[in-house]
T-cell receptor
Framework: DAGVIQSPRHEVTEMGQEVTLRCKPI?????LFWYRQTMMRGLELLIY????????DSGMPEDRFSAKMPNASFSTLKIQPSEPRDSAVYFC???????????FGPGTRLTVT | GENVEQHPSTLSVQEGDSAVIKCTYS??????FPWYKQELGKGPQLIID?????GEKKDQRIAVTLNKTAKHFSLHITETQPEDSAVYFC????????????FGTGTRLQVTL
C-alpha cells in the first residue's frame, strides 16, 4: 500500500482565498483524521470520521473550516476564506480501528499571505 | 479532556548513549499510548506503542514503559545513532465517546557524533 496520500504538498495562497486540501486514506481503514501542526500549538486534532461520517469536529477552529468525506477513499479539508493565522502543516491520518495505530500522510504545508 | 505533558523539549546525546523521554497523562481511562518519530518535512511515524494492560514493551533499541498508577510512560532509546535525530511525540488515547489521540508537545532529539 502507498500509505496515506495528501495533496498538494505545498500551498501558498493569499488571504481571503479558498483552500482545499485532499487526502486518500489507506485502503480498508475505517477512521480518518485531520490534524494541524504549528510551532505554537503542536499537533491538534481538527476532526475525525468513522465510515465516512464525521464523529468529532470539536477541534475545528471556526466556521471557515469544513471537512467532508464523500467516500471511503477520499476526504477534503476546506478553508474559506483563508487567513494568515491558518498557516500550518495539515496532516491526514487513517486507522484500521478505533484505538489502534494511526498512520500519517506527508502533510500539506499551507502558507497564507 | 485528556492532557499530555512531555519532557524534555530538547535532548542532546552522544552517539552510543541512551536517551529517555517522559510523558504524563491526566485521564486514567486512557488505554493506548503510541510514540511517533517525525523527521524534517515528513509526517509523524509510529515507532512503538503500548496498551494499558502491559507494563513494558521492547523493539530492538527502543523500549516503552508504562506506570498506570502514576499515569506516566517513557520512551527509551539505547545505543543511539545519528539517524535517531528527530522530533519524538508521545500520545494518549482516550476511550469512550472522546475516542481520540492527544499528543504531547514533542522532544527534539539530537544525536551528536
Amino acid at each position: 500500500d502507498a500509505g496515506v496520500i495528501q495533496s498538494p504538498r505545498h500551498e501558498v495562497t493569499e488571504m481571503g482565498q479558498e483552500v482545499t486540501l485532499r487526502c486518500k486514506p489507506i485502503s480498508g481503514h475505517d477512521y480518518l483524521f485531520w490534524y494541524r501542526q504549528t510551532m505554537m500549538r503542536g499537533l491538534e486534532l481538527l476532526i475525525y470520521f468513522n465510515n465516512n461520517v464525521p464523529i468529532d469536529d470539536s477541534g475545528m477552529p471556526e466556521d471557515r473550516f469544513s471537512a467532508k468525506m464523500p467516500n471511503a477513499s477520499f476526504s477534503t479539508l476546506k478553508i474559506q476564506p483563508s487567513e494568515p493565522r491558518d498557516s500550518a502543516v495539515y496532516f491526514c491520518a487513517s486507522s484500521l480501528e478505533r484505538g489502534r495505530e494511526q498512520y500519517f500522510g506527508p502533510g500539506t504545508r499551507l502558507t497564507v499571505t | 479532556g485528556e492532557n499530555v505533558e512531555q519532557h524534555p523539549s530538547t535532548l542532546s546525546v552522544q552517539e552510543g548513549d541512551s536517551a529517555v523521554i517522559k510523558c504524563t497523562y491526566s485521564d486514567s481511562a486512557s488505554n493506548y499510548f503510541p510514540w511517533y518519530k517525525q523527521e524534517l518535512g515528513k509526517g509523524p511515524q509510529l515507532i512503538i506503542d503500548i496498551r494499558s494492560n502491559v507494563g513494558e514493551k521492547k523493539d530492538q533499541r527502543i523500549a516503552v514503559t508504562l506506570n498506570k498508577t502514576a499515569k506516566h510512560f517513557s520512551l527509551h532509546i539505547t545505543e543511539t545513532q545519528p539517524e535517531d535525530s528527530a522530533v519524538y511525540f508521545c500520545a494518549a488515547h482516550q476511550t469512550g465517546t472522546a475516542s481520540k489521540l492527544t499528543f504531547g508537545t514533542g522532544t527534539r532529539l539530537q544525536v551528536t557524533l
